[in-house]
């Protein structure tokens, strides 16, 4: 419920258009497998998290698979990313694949979500520094967004497909939002959070709305349209603005 493509509906997007003969479903359906007959090969519905694997061997070729697809996205970019070279990295069948994450956008919101996952595991070590709520919510801010500037082929496909991903891909969206919650909660609270309570209504509403903003200025970056000054500073405002 919290976090969803229609985010980056908020900005133009000429740089990550989709072509005119796509919608957002077709196109993640374009990115589902197809057998030599033609048909849409049966995958599962969600991607398999770590809670859903039974052994270690399993949850060890996830790991990997989110490694290669991080590595090749690092490389090239969202075209970089495609599914027999990611089977080929990780040292799995297609099959094998394909049964872990359903297409290539789930795959690559996977990869999304364990790069918040390593961000908010930074920021969970201690409490998160500033006087004021604005402060701590800006400091978080600027730790994501050195992440993910810091690597801009990784970003540029990772932010294609939260863009691209339909109602499919609502589990993987989801664990992301809540991520962007869970680390915007805490800086919220302060020295006041206590870890694994539920956040309010109103905690949830403001971190939606930032986390809009922080997402839609981190793809006008993506996209050439603002500088890593431009987006940090257009961050900044809005977040003392919600704040006050």
Known sequence: MFLNCNVFLLCPLAALALPERFSRGQFCRAYRPISAEGQEILTTTNSLTAEDLGSAAQRDRRRRILDATIALASKGGFDAVQMRAVAEQADVAL?????YFPSKIHLLVSALARQFEDTQSM???KPVPGETTSDRVIYVLRRATRGMQGDANLTEALTRAFMFADASVATEIHVVGMQMTSMLTRAIKGEAYVEGEQPSDED??????????????????????????ETAEHIETAVRLVLR
């Open 204 to 229: 949830v509403a403001i971190a939606r709305v930032i986390s809009d903003v922080w997402l839609s200025a981190l793809v006008s970056w993506v996209t050439g349209r603002a500088t890593a000054e």
């Open 123 to 125: 920021v969970g070590r």
């Open 95 to 99: 099959g094998t694949l394909y049964r």
